[in-house]
């Protein structure tokens, strides 16, 4: 049996390989460790592999995991990245306990996580979801809102604005992952030539993550080839 820590290595092999491939810089994509359904003593065993960032879908799951992690490992500096679907009576928790959230496709979840965002805690880094390939099931904003809502969130004193994530639809072939890749790389350029703090392209899972660091990625979100499949 695989263990987390060879998963962890054979990942990181495989992304810095993409990246020499395309003649990026070394260390510029960021694996973030998509940790959703899975029990505690896998992401301990992520922890004592060296993984600091953890990507969670579901706010009462994530909390209960942020809030173990404080109380048992309050030595070990570790960053949660809130990547689901935001109901809008769900925000508070996820500004309370997380550093960053994916998943912002509406003014309103915006707004409220800039309400009860502590000041104590430092502004909770955000990214705009993107529904790439307009998909009605997927949530995300249109490529037209993208700008709108990015102006609103910079005024938002309690947030930064980091850059973009998206999920496009779920295609095996790699020039199709590619080009949806490449449309969101398009839209950060635009975004990072008005705010100059927007720096991260959240994209790449288990299944595209090498399309997506050609398009110019620097945070892939991978579950199961570090956790195995979800039941
Ligand atoms: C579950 C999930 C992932 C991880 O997907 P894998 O295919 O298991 O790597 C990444 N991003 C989001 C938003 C997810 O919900």
Not at 67 to 96: C, D, M, V
Not at 128 to 147: A, D, P, R
Not at 181 to 203: C, K
Not at 212 to 218: H, K, N, R, V
Request: hydrophobic content about 35%; proline content about 3%.
């Amino acid at each position: 049996m695989t263990s987390i820590k060879q998963n962890i290595n054979q990942i990181t092999l495989q992304i810095g390989n993409s990246i020499q491939k395309c003649g990026r810089q070394p260390d510029s994509v960021q694996l973030l460790a998509v940790s959703k359904t899975k029990p505690i003593d896998l992401l301990e065993q992520a922890i004592e592999a060296g993984q600091r960032t953890f990507g969670e879908n579901y706010v009462q799951e994530g909390v209960e995991k942020v809030q173990y992690f404080q109380s048992t490992h309050s030595n070990t500096e570790l960053e949660w990245h809130f990547i689901g679907p935001i109901q809008s009576n769900k925000t508070r928790p996820i500004a309370e306990h997380f550093d960053w959230v994916h998943s912002i496709d509406r003014l309103k979840i915006a707004q409220r996580l800039n309400e009860q965002r502590l000041e104590s805690l430092g502004k909770l880094n955000v990214l705009i979801q993107v529904n790439i390939s307009s998909e009605e099931s997927k949530s995300g904003t249109t490529s037209e809102e993208v700008m709108t809502l990015a102006a609103a969130i910079n005024e938002m004193p309690n947030l930064t604005l980091r850059g973009l994530m998206s999920i496009p639809a779920n295609v095996s072939n790699y020039d199709e992952q590619l080009a949806a890749f490449t449309q969101l790389a398009s839209i950060q350029n635009q975004l990072r030539a008005q705010y100059p703090q927007v720096d991260t392209l959240s994209m790449g899972m288990s299944g595209d993550m090498d399309a997506a660091i050609e398009a110019g990625s620097t945070m892939v979100r991978i579950g199961t080839a570090i956790f195995g499949a979800r039941g």
